[in-house]
């Protein structure tokens, strides 16, 4: 199969109410495209990390009341799973596509993510692109521009992950809807190896 790009309807899934009908739809219209992505981009995310990594797309398996409020799909060097390592994940709100480099609570790297981070902050911060977002909650769409980090910011996402143990860090790209909807295939694929690209550098901090 072919990767396509995400169009208005697939954004749209996010509004259907219900926790059943929105993973019908969900299953039906986008779960498709995140696994055509993710094959179709797996042996570049392995190359470029030198080593095998593996496509895991969202279930959702452990919703029972609520409806998800986005869906992805993360590369990970362990074919049993990818909440426990560092990965690389594409997936959507109903406002944005996100491009992003992800530790999440499960994860024990997050600790040797922090100490690697500390040591390089200034060369990192210089790297990154301005428009480029952290976050400390995947659940949450917010997020702060690169941009807009201060030192005291940094700081505090540091000591968070060193010291609460469901702290998590999340960096990288978010497309805005309407930008997203525009992209073809291939643009959407160029443009996802580019951002984990300039993201690779957080990746190998976290080993």
């Given at each position: 199969?072919?990767?396509?790009?995400?169009?208005?309807?697939?954004?749209?899934?996010?509004?259907?109410p219900g926790l059943e009908a929105r993973m019908e739809v969900?299953?039906?219209?986008?779960?498709?495209?995140?696994?055509?992505l993710g094959a179709e981009l797996a042996p570049y995310v392995s190359a470029l990390?030198?080593?095998?990594?593996?496509?895991?797309?969202?279930?959702?398996?452990?919703?029972?009341v609520n409806p998800p409020?986005?869906?992805?799909?993360?590369?990970?060097?362990?074919?049993?799973?990818?909440?426990?390592?560092?990965?690389?994940?594409v997936g959507m709100f109903g406002t944005h596509l996100f491009v992003i480099f992800a530790i999440i609570y499960e994860s024990p790297n997050k600790t040797v993510f922090?100490?690697?981070?500390?040591?390089?902050?200034?060369k990192t911060a210089k790297a990154l692109p301005k428009h480029f977002y952290w976050s400390m909650d995947h659940m949450n769409p917010a997020g702060?521009?690169?941009?807009?980090?201060?030192?005291?910011?940094?700081?505090?996402?540091?000591?968070?992950?060193?010291?609460?143990k469901k702290a998590e860090v999340m960096c990288g790209l978010r497309i805005p809807r309407e930008e997203a909807v525009k992209l073809e295939g291939d643009e959407l694929v160029q443009?996802?190896?580019?951002?984990?690209?300039?993201?690779?550098?957080?990746?190998?901090?976290?080993?």
């Amino acid at each position: 199969m072919t990767v396509t790009g995400f169009k208005d309807q697939d954004f749209d899934v996010f509004s259907v109410p219900g926790l059943e009908a929105r993973m019908e739809v969900l299953i039906e219209r986008v779960r498709p495209k995140l696994e055509t992505l993710g094959a179709e981009l797996a042996p570049y995310v392995s190359a470029l990390v030198g080593e095998e990594m593996f496509v895991h797309v969202a279930k959702h398996a452990r919703r029972t009341v609520n409806p998800p409020i986005d869906t992805w799909v993360a590369w990970a060097a362990s074919k049993r799973g990818y909440k426990a390592l560092p990965h690389f994940e594409v997936g959507m709100f109903g406002t944005h596509l996100f491009v992003i480099f992800a530790i999440i609570y499960e994860s024990p790297n997050k600790t040797v993510f922090a100490g690697n981070l500390e040591a390089k902050l200034k060369k990192t911060a210089k790297a990154l692109p301005k428009h480029f977002y952290w976050s400390m909650d995947h659940m949450n769409p917010a997020g702060t521009p690169h941009q807009d980090m201060s030192e005291e910011d940094f700081t505090r996402l540091i000591d968070k992950l060193k010291q609460v143990k469901k702290a998590e860090v999340m960096c990288g790209l978010r497309i805005p809807r309407e930008e997203a909807v525009k992209l073809e295939g291939d643009e959407l694929v160029q443009k996802v190896q580019e951002t984990f690209e300039t993201l690779l550098p957080l990746y190998k901090m976290a080993f």
